[in-house]
C-alpha cells in the first residue's frame, strides 16, 4: 500500500475517487511544525536556525501519519506547489523519517505536484514523481524567519511604548501604512468648485432628446475646472440661451475592446470584491473548495498562462455554444506587469471548460457565483475582441462662437461582450448614448441649458480590491499573503471596514506614527518589495537563504537597541482629576481602546473617557428596563471587544448577556401565537446581514423564533400584513446561520 499526504481532508477525498485500493490518501490539516508561539525559536548566533514544534493540535495527526508511514511500502507528499506546501513536504518528511528505533531512518518519500485535482493530473503526478525543491524550502523558511524577527523584535517596542498586545510585520505594516497616508490625504484635502454647461438638444422634427458638454468658446477648449464662479457660469449660460444650433461636424471611428485576461489570485480576490463585495479571506476560502473538489486549478498564482489543452477546449467551446465568428485564429496570450510575477503557473480556470455553470450545479451559492465568474472569465479572454463604433458630434451656434460635444459608442460586434462585461458600463443604454442619426448642418433644437455645479473629490479610501492592487503594483506580498494580511490589520484592531472600505483606528495611526518615525526602513514599500525579490532569488537557487537574513538582521538589530533608550513612552495627561489621589488623570490604551488612569504607581482606579462616558449614560438611558434573561435582575451598559453590550449587575455570580438592539417599537407577532411565548413575547428589533450589510428586522427571542422581514412596519396594521405575508411563503432551512452572531451567550 502506498500512503499519498496532502493538507486538506476534502483534497484527500477527492484525490481518493481517483485512485485504487493500492493508495491511501490522508491529510495533514496544513502544517505539522511551526516555531514556537512562546519564544523567538531563531538562532540568530548559530545561522538563524529555526526551532520547530510541532503544535498540540497536530500532535494526535502527526501521531496518526507516523503510523500509517510505517505500514506504507512508499510514501507520496502531494502538498501545494507553492513554497508553502513545499515546506509542508519537507516538515511531513522530517518527522516521518525518524522512526520510534532511532537507528532505523524512513526516507522512502517521493514528492508529487499537480495544478489541478483532476484524474489525469493526479496519475500523470504519481507518473513523474520529484525529490523535495530545497531551494523552495529555503524561500519559505527566510520568510517565516524574517516576519518572526520583525514580529517578536518589533512588536515588543510598541509594547513598551505604547500599549502591550499591539504587533508589527513586515508586510501588515506596509499595509498599515497605505491605509494611514490615504486617510491622511482625504483629510487634508480641500475641495474646489468647479462648474460645467450641459444642454439638452433635439434634431429638427425629431423628438429624440439627447446632451452634450460645452466644449469650447471663441475656439478654446474648456479645461475640467476652466470655470470656477457661479456668477461667470450664469453670464455663459445666458449667452447660450435662445441661440441657434447646428451640427458642424461629425467624427465616427471604429475601435477594439480587448478582453481581460484570466484570473490571478489578486484580480480574482478584486473582482469578487467588486462584484459580490467577498472580502479577500472569504474568496479564497470559497475558492479552496472549488480547487479541492476538482472544480478549478490552484487558485494562489500570478500567473496569466494557461495550458495548450485549456485554449484548444476553450476555441471547441467558443465554437460550439457562440459560433465560428466568436473564435480566435490562434490562442491569445497575455503578459503580466506586475513585479516580481511567478510565470510557471497556470493562471486559475476551471479544470474541465466543458463543464458550464449551468453543467456544475453547485448548491452553494457563493460557490456558484465564484466558479461562474471564473469559467466566464477564462472563456472570454480566449474569444474575438468586440468592436465599438465611437461617434463623436460637434455642435455649434450660429457665430461659431460656442461648441458643443455629444458623445456615443455603438456596438457593432460584441465579441467576449457576449460572455463577460465589465459590469460597469456595458448596458444597452450606455452603448447607444441615446444618440439620434445625425449630419453636418442638421439643424438642432435647444432645448434647455444647464449650469451644473462640481467639487473635486478626494482619493477613495482603500477597499479590498484597491489594496489588493496597491500591494501587487508595489510588489508588496505575494498571493498566498494578501488574505491573511488585511485580515491581521482588522483582527489587530488597526483599521475598521465601514461599507467596505478601510478606516484606520486611533491606534492604527499611532502604530504607524511611531513605526514611520523611527523604523521608516522596516515598513518602506521599495525595502518590502526588495525583500520579495530576494526570496524569488532564493526560491531559483540564487542566493542563500541565511545572507539574506544576516543582511536584514545586523543593522535592524542595532537600530532597534538605539531606539529602545532614546524612544520615550507615548504618555497623554487628561483635564480629568483622578477620585482617587486628585492628580489629572492619564490617558492610556487598553484592548477596548482609551481609558483614564490614576497617575500613582500601583493603583488600580481607573475611569471611561468622557465621550465613552456620555455614551454609555446614553446607552443606560435607552436599556432603562431590560432584565438579566437568567436571573431577572437590572442589567448593566459595558464594553467588549465587539461594542457596548449588557451584563447583569450581579457578575460574575450571574453572567448572564444582551445586545442592545434598536427596537421598532412593536412586539413579535410570532410570538404572540405561540402558547410557550405567549406571556414572554420577542421585540422586533433591527439586525444587519452579511454581504452587503442591508438591515432586516426579527425578533430578539431568535433562535427560538424565527419571524424575519425585510422592511420596517410603521404601524401595527402594517405589521400584521407583514406577518400574514411572512407565514404564507416557504421557510429558508438554512436561515439560522444568518443570525449566529446575534445569539445570546448563557
Not at 428586522?697 to 400584513?721: H, S, V
Amino acid at each position: 500500500m502506498k500512503l499519498i499526504i496532502v493538507e486538506s481532508p476534502t483534497k484527500a477525498k477527492t484525490i481518493s475517487g481517483f485512485l485504487g485500493k493500492d493508495f491511501k490518501v490522508l491529510s495533514s490539516y496544513g502544517h505539522v511544525r511551526d516555531l514556537p508561539k512562546s519564544k523567538l525559536g531563531i538562532d540568530v548566533k548559530n545561522n538563524f536556525l529555526p526551532t520547530y514544534v510541532i503544535p498540540t493540535k497536530a500532535k494526535e495527526n502527526v501521531e496518526t501519519l507516523k503510523k500509517e508511514a510505517s505500514k506504507a511500502q512508499e510514501v507520496i507528499l502531494a502538498s501545494d506547489e507553492d513554497r508553502e506546501g513545499e515546506a509542508i513536504a519537507w516538515h511531513i518528511a522530517q518527522i516521518l523519517s525518524e522512526s520510534k528505533d532511532k537507528k532505523k531512518k524512513n526516507n522512502n518519500f517521493e514528492r508529487i505536484v499537480f495544478h489541478e485535482i483532476t484524474e489525469d493530473a493526479i496519475k500523470n503526478a504519481l507518473k513523474n514523481p520529484r525529490n523535495i525543491d530545497q531551494n523552495l524550502v529555503d524561500a519559505q523558511q527566510a520568510r517565516r524567519v524574517l516576519d518572526r524577527l520583525v514580529g517578536y523584535k518589533l512588536s515588543p517596542f510598541l509594547w513598551h511604548k505604547i500599549r502591550y498586545g499591539l504587533s508589527a510585520g513586515r508586510v501588515q505594516s506596509v499595509a498599515l501604512r497605505l491605509i494611514v497616508e490615504r486617510e491622511r490625504e482625504i483629510q487634508n484635502f480641500n475641495k474646489e468648485e468647479y462648474w460645467t454647461i450641459e444642454g439638452n438638444f433635439l434634431k429638427a422634427g425629431d423628438k429624440k432628446i439627447f446632451s452634450a458638454k460645452l466644449y469650447s468658446i471663441d475656439g478654446k477648449k474648456m479645461d475640467k475646472m476652466e470655470i470656477s464662479d457661479k456668477n461667470e457660469t450664469e453670464k455663459i449660460t445666458a449667452n447660450l440661451n435662445g441661440l441657434k444650433y447646428s451640427v458642424a461636424s461629425i467624427n465616427k471611428k471604429e475601435v477594439y475592446r480587448n478582453p481581460y485576461p484570466p484570473f490571478t489570485t489578486s484580480t480574482l480576490q478584486q473582482e469578487a470584491s467588486r462584484r459580490f463585495g467577498f472580502s479577500a479571506k472569504q474568496t479564497m476560502v470559497i475558492a479552496q473548495k472549488l480547487y479541492e473538489n476538482g472544480l478549478i486549478t490552484y487558485m494562489r498564482t500570478d500567473s496569466l498562462n494557461l495550458s495548450f489543452s485549456a485554449l484548444s477546449q476553450a476555441q471547441q467551446i467558443i465554437g460550439k455554444a457562440f459560433g465560428k465568428n466568436y473564435q480566435l485564429d490562434s490562442p491569445r496570450y497575455f503578459t503580466n506587469k506586475s513585479k516580481g510575477a511567478q510565470e510557471a503557473h497556470e493562471a486559475i480556470r476551471p479544470t474541465n471548460l466543458a463543464k458550464s455553470p449551468e453543467m456544475a450545479n453547485l448548491k452553494d451559492r457563493s460557490q456558484s457565483r465564484l466558479y461562474t465568474l471564473i469559467w466566464k472569465r477564462t472563456i472570454a479572454c480566449q474569444m474575438q475582441s468586440a468592436k465599438v463604433q465611437q461617434t463623436s458630434v460637434d455642435i455649434k451656434d450660429e457665430d461659431n462662437r460656442y461648441v458643443f460635444r455629444a458623445t456615443g459608442q455603438t456596438i457593432i460586434f460584441d465579441g467576449f461582450l457576449k460572455v463577460y462585461s465589465s459590469g460597469e458600463s456595458d448596458t444597452q443604454e450606455d452603448k447607444e448614448n441615446n444618440l439620434p442619426s445625425l449630419k453636418e448642418n442638421d439643424k438642432i433644437i435647444s432645448k434647455e441649458i444647464l449650469p451644473i455645479q462640481h467639487f473635486t473629490e478626494p482619493p477613495a479610501r482603500y477597499t479590498d480590491a484597491a489594496l489588493i492592487k496597491a500591494l501587487e503594483y508595489f510588489g508588496v506580498g505575494r498571493p498566498s499573503t494578501y488574505a491573511p494580511t488585511l485580515s491581521t490589520i482588522q483582527e489587530r484592531g488597526y483599521v475598521e471596514k465601514t461599507e467596505k472600505k478601510y478606516h484606520p483606528t486611533e491606534i492604527g495611526f499611532m502604530v504607524n506614527d511611531m513605526l514611520v518615525e523611527h523604523f521608516p526602513e522596516i515598513i518602506d514599500v521599495n525595502f518590502t518589495a526588495h525583500i520579495e525579490e530576494e526570496l524569488d532569488e532564493i526560491a531559483q537557487g540564487q542566493i542563500p537563504w541565511v545572507n539574506v537574513c544576516q543582511e536584514f538582521y545586523i543593522p535592524f538589530e542595532k537600530h532597534l537597541d538605539e531606539k529602545e533608550s532614546e524612544v520615550q513612552k507615548n504618555i497623554q495627561i487628561s483635564d480629568t482629576l483622578c477620585p482617587h489621589c486628585g492628580k489629572p488623570m492619564l490617558i492610556k490604551f487598553g484592548r477596548m481602546g482609551k481609558f483614564l488612569a490614576c497617575p500613582q504607581e500601583g493603583s488600580k482606579i481607573t475611569l471611561p473617557m468622557p465621550e465613552e462616558a456620555a455614551k454609555i449614560k446614553e446607552l443606560e438611558e435607552k436599556t432603562r428596563g431590560e432584565k438579566c434573561p437568567l436571573c431577572g435582575k437590572p442589567m448593566k451598559v459595558k464594553r467588549g471587544r465587539f461594542g457596548y453590550f449588557l451584563g447583569c449587575v450581579d457578575y460574575p455570580k450571574c453572567k448572564g448577556i444582551s445586545r442592545i438592539w434598536n427596537k421598532t417599537g412593536f412586539v413579535c407577532p410570532l410570538c404572540l401565537d405561540t402558547p410557550e411565548r405567549k406571556n414572554n413575547p420577542g421585540d422586533i428589533v433591527e439586525k444587519k446581514g452579511r454581504g452587503r450589510g442591508k438591515p432586516f428586522y426579527a425578533c430578539t427571542r431568535w433562535p427560538d423564533c424565527n419571524f424575519i422581514i425585510n422592511k420596517k412596519p410603521e404601524t401595527e396594521k402594517e405589521l400584521t400584513e407583514l406577518y400574514n405575508q411572512w407565514k404564507e411563503k416557504p421557510k429558508d432551512k438554512t436561515s439560522k446561520k444568518f443570525h449566529k452572531k446575534d445569539r445570546v451567550k448563557t
